[in-house]
Protein backbone atom coordinates (compact mmCIF):
# COMPACT_ATOMS: atom_id res chain seq x y z
CA UNK A 1 0.00 0.00 0.00
CA UNK A 2 1.34 3.12 -1.19
CA UNK A 3 2.45 4.98 2.31
CA UNK A 4 1.69 8.48 1.43
CA UNK A 5 -1.39 7.61 -0.33
CA UNK A 6 -3.16 5.71 2.31
CA UNK A 7 -3.01 8.62 5.27
CA UNK A 8 -6.19 10.33 5.13
CA UNK A 9 -6.42 14.23 4.39
CA UNK A 10 -7.77 16.11 7.45
CA UNK A 11 -10.41 19.19 6.72
CA UNK A 12 -9.21 22.04 8.82
CA UNK A 13 -11.93 24.50 10.14
CA UNK A 14 -13.40 26.92 7.42
CA UNK A 15 -12.00 24.95 4.39
CA UNK A 16 -14.46 22.77 2.20
CA UNK A 17 -14.02 19.60 -0.23
CA UNK A 18 -16.79 19.28 -3.51
CA UNK A 19 -15.93 16.37 -5.39
CA UNK A 20 -17.73 16.42 -8.49
CA UNK A 21 -17.89 13.81 -11.37
CA UNK A 22 -14.94 12.73 -12.94
CA UNK A 23 -12.70 13.31 -9.87
CA UNK A 24 -13.02 17.31 -10.02
CA UNK A 25 -12.08 18.08 -6.68
CA UNK A 26 -12.82 21.76 -5.90
CA UNK A 27 -11.14 23.06 -2.57
CA UNK A 28 -12.45 26.48 -0.91
CA UNK A 29 -10.88 28.23 1.99
CA UNK A 30 -9.74 31.38 3.79
CA UNK A 31 -7.74 31.90 1.08
CA UNK A 32 -9.72 31.46 -2.28
CA UNK A 33 -10.51 28.65 -4.18
CA UNK A 34 -8.65 26.35 -5.80
CA UNK A 35 -9.81 23.23 -8.25
CA UNK A 36 -8.26 20.19 -10.27
CA UNK A 37 -9.27 17.52 -12.38
CA UNK A 38 -7.48 14.71 -10.85
CA UNK A 39 -6.96 11.06 -12.21
CA UNK A 40 -10.38 9.17 -13.42
CA UNK A 41 -8.84 5.88 -11.76
CA UNK A 42 -8.37 7.12 -8.43
CA UNK A 43 -11.52 6.71 -5.73
CA UNK A 44 -11.85 9.77 -3.67
CA UNK A 45 -14.25 9.96 -0.66
CA UNK A 46 -15.38 12.38 1.87
CA UNK A 47 -15.89 11.02 5.00
CA UNK A 48 -16.84 13.16 7.54
CA UNK A 49 -13.63 15.75 7.75
CA UNK A 50 -11.52 13.76 5.83
CA UNK A 51 -10.58 12.60 2.52
CA UNK A 52 -9.42 9.33 1.71
CA UNK A 53 -7.89 8.27 -1.46
CA UNK A 54 -8.10 4.51 -2.35
CA UNK A 55 -7.01 2.52 -6.02
CA UNK A 56 -8.61 0.32 -7.61
CA UNK A 57 -5.64 -2.29 -8.12
CA UNK A 58 -2.02 -2.57 -7.47
CA UNK A 59 -0.70 -2.15 -10.73
CA UNK A 60 2.73 0.02 -11.00
CA UNK A 61 0.65 3.06 -12.55
CA UNK A 62 -2.08 2.99 -9.92
CA UNK A 63 0.32 3.00 -6.66
CA UNK A 64 2.34 5.87 -8.38
CA UNK A 65 -1.17 8.06 -9.06
CA UNK A 66 -2.63 6.74 -5.43
CA UNK A 67 0.46 8.80 -3.55
CA UNK A 68 0.37 11.55 -6.31
CA UNK A 69 -3.54 12.46 -6.08
CA UNK A 70 -3.20 12.34 -2.40
CA UNK A 71 -0.80 14.61 -2.27
CA UNK A 72 -2.46 17.42 -4.98
CA UNK A 73 -5.70 17.71 -2.48
CA UNK A 74 -3.44 18.12 0.60
CA UNK A 75 -1.23 20.74 -1.56
CA UNK A 76 -4.48 22.51 -2.45
CA UNK A 77 -6.27 22.40 1.33
CA UNK A 78 -2.55 24.09 2.33
CA UNK A 79 -2.63 26.37 -0.03
CA UNK A 80 -6.24 27.70 0.87
CA UNK A 81 -5.28 28.06 4.40
CA UNK A 82 -1.76 29.13 4.41
CA UNK A 83 -0.40 29.81 1.03
CA UNK A 84 3.34 28.97 -0.45
CA UNK A 85 5.61 31.02 -1.23
CA UNK A 86 9.55 31.16 -2.40
CA UNK A 87 12.23 33.54 -1.89
CA UNK A 88 14.91 34.22 -4.17
CA UNK A 89 17.70 36.69 -3.74
CA UNK A 90 19.54 38.62 -6.60
CA UNK A 91 23.14 38.70 -6.21
CA UNK A 92 25.85 40.64 -8.03
CA UNK A 93 27.14 43.49 -8.37
CA UNK A 94 24.60 46.51 -10.15
CA UNK A 95 21.92 43.17 -10.47
CA UNK A 96 18.27 44.60 -8.50
CA UNK A 97 14.41 43.77 -8.57
CA UNK A 98 11.81 46.17 -8.31
CA UNK A 99 7.95 46.45 -8.71
CA UNK A 100 6.33 48.80 -10.85
CA UNK A 101 2.33 47.99 -10.76
CA UNK A 102 1.94 44.89 -11.42
CA UNK A 103 5.51 44.20 -13.74
CA UNK A 104 8.60 42.90 -12.26
CA UNK A 105 11.95 44.67 -13.22
CA UNK A 106 15.33 43.34 -13.53
CA UNK A 107 18.44 44.70 -13.68
CA UNK A 108 20.90 41.34 -14.31
CA UNK A 109 24.02 42.93 -15.77
CA UNK A 110 21.99 42.65 -19.62
CA UNK A 111 22.60 45.45 -21.92
CA UNK A 112 18.41 46.07 -21.24
CA UNK A 113 16.04 45.65 -17.71
CA UNK A 114 14.27 42.09 -18.24
CA UNK A 115 10.61 42.80 -17.58
CA UNK A 116 8.21 40.07 -16.43
CA UNK A 117 4.25 40.93 -15.64
CA UNK A 118 3.03 39.20 -12.52
CA UNK A 119 0.64 35.83 -13.48
CA UNK A 120 -2.93 35.45 -12.48
CA UNK A 121 -3.40 34.88 -8.66
CA UNK A 122 0.15 35.43 -7.60
CA UNK A 123 1.76 38.09 -5.52
CA UNK A 124 5.49 39.28 -6.29
CA UNK A 125 6.94 41.69 -3.17
CA UNK A 126 10.28 42.85 -3.83
CA UNK A 127 11.92 43.16 -0.47
CA UNK A 128 15.10 45.47 -0.36
CA UNK A 129 17.02 45.42 -3.79
CA UNK A 130 17.74 42.22 -3.69
CA UNK A 131 15.20 40.13 -2.37
CA UNK A 132 11.97 38.55 -4.12
CA UNK A 133 9.11 36.37 -2.66
CA UNK A 134 6.35 35.19 -4.91
CA UNK A 135 3.34 34.28 -2.80
CA UNK A 136 0.06 32.36 -3.89
CA UNK A 137 -2.32 29.78 -3.38
CA UNK A 138 -1.07 27.29 -6.25
CA UNK A 139 2.20 25.41 -5.25
CA UNK A 140 2.44 24.79 -8.69
CA UNK A 141 2.30 28.09 -10.10
CA UNK A 142 4.43 29.36 -7.47
CA UNK A 143 7.24 27.16 -8.15
CA UNK A 144 7.05 27.80 -12.11
CA UNK A 145 7.25 31.01 -11.73
CA UNK A 146 9.87 31.26 -8.98
CA UNK A 147 12.09 29.26 -11.62
CA UNK A 148 11.00 31.38 -14.55
CA UNK A 149 12.29 34.48 -12.22
CA UNK A 150 15.74 32.44 -11.66
CA UNK A 151 16.08 31.40 -15.25
CA UNK A 152 16.70 34.65 -16.36
CA UNK A 153 20.47 34.85 -14.45
CA UNK A 154 20.69 31.85 -12.95
CA UNK A 155 23.47 31.61 -10.46
CA UNK A 156 26.96 31.26 -11.87
CA UNK A 157 29.50 29.11 -9.84
CA UNK A 158 32.54 31.21 -9.43
CA UNK A 159 31.54 34.40 -8.23
CA UNK A 160 27.94 33.41 -7.21
CA UNK A 161 26.41 36.10 -9.16
CA UNK A 162 22.62 35.73 -10.03
CA UNK A 163 19.31 35.12 -8.66
CA UNK A 164 18.96 32.01 -6.60
CA UNK A 165 16.43 30.74 -3.86
CA UNK A 166 17.01 31.30 -0.31
CA UNK A 167 17.99 28.26 0.58
CA UNK A 168 19.98 26.79 -2.14
CA UNK A 169 23.26 26.87 -1.92
CA UNK A 170 25.62 27.15 -4.55
CA UNK A 171 28.52 24.97 -5.51
CA UNK A 172 31.56 27.30 -5.43
CA UNK A 173 34.53 26.65 -8.05
CA UNK A 174 38.02 27.58 -8.27
CA UNK A 175 38.82 30.16 -10.40
CA UNK A 176 41.79 30.34 -13.18
CA UNK A 177 45.42 30.07 -11.68
CA UNK A 178 48.26 32.20 -13.25
CA UNK A 179 51.10 30.05 -15.20
CA UNK A 180 53.91 28.98 -13.10
Do not use: C, F, W
Not at 1 to 13: E, F, H, Q, V
Not at 72 to 79: D, E, W
Not at 91 to 109: C, D, E, T
Amino acid sequence: MSRIGKMPIAIPAGVTVDIAENNKVTVKGPKGTLERVLPAEMTIKKEGEEVVVTRPNDLKKMKSLHGLTRTLIYNMVIGVTEGYQKELEVNGVGYRAQKQGKKLILSLGYSHPVEMEDPEGLEVVVDGQNKIIVKGIDKEKVGQYAAEIREKRAPEPYKGKGIKYADEVIRRKVGKTGKK
